[in-house]
């Protein structure tokens, strides 16, 4: 999960985050919302114009980038 967020934050784009991880859009968007919901928090912000971290979702992905490297 932590990569997907990763990707989707680096692409701005569930559709070209989901092209680079190889998995479907529709698996990534479920797979967010799940862990939307788990966690209770709002990691993206989605608009026509592509997504955007919300205040919650920036805190995450410094938690995510400490878990995919290793720290």
Known sequence: M?????E???????????KQLF?????????????EQELNIKIFERSSNGVYLTEEGSEF???????????
């Open 8 to 18: 989707i934050a680096k692409t701005g784009s569930f559709s070209e985050a989901s």
């Open 23 to 35: 998995i479907a859009q529709s698996s990534l968007s479920i797979s967010i919302k799940m862990l």
């Open 61 to 71: 992905v410094r938690y995510a980038t400490k878990i995919v490297d290793g720290e």
């Open 2 to 6: 932590c990569r997907y967020v990763l």
